[in-house]
């Protein structure tokens, strides 16, 4: 699903309104804030152009990201696709391989 407050988020962050960013993408300034809102998901060409525009991988603005929690260290945010959490479920369920990787890894 689109991710509208990261769309926002991310306008904010690089300086653009909401007029500035559809300029240059091509749409209309109602038609960010549209976007942002959730009332409605940009065409493919045009979510490609806020992709490009904003520099994100386009799961960031579909909101695939996953938070891994790590006890020791504390919480770490990072983005994986779905691919590579299918390869990280699969490892898990080969545990010779698993522990492989984890021995080549140097994690115990």
Do not use: T
């Not at 979510?47 to 938070?67: A, G, I, K, Q």
Request: aromatic share 10%.
């Amino acid at each position: 699903m689109f991710a509208g407050d990261r769309l926002k988020e991310k306008r904010e962050e690089l300086g653009y309104s909401q007029e500035q960013l559809g300029n240059l993408i091509g749409v209309s300034k109602v038609a960010i804030w549209n976007y942002e809102k959730g009332k409605e998901n940009p065409k493919y060409e045009k979510f490609e152009n806020l992709v490009n525009e904003l520099d994100v991988e386009p799961d960031y603005l579909m909101n695939r990201d996953v938070s891994v929690v790590c006890e020791d260290v504390g919480i770490y945010h990072f983005k994986a696709s779905h691919q590579e959490i299918q390869l990280i479920q699969k490892i898990r369920k080969d545990s010779k391989k698993a522990k492989q990787i984890y021995h080549d890894l140097g994690i115990k």
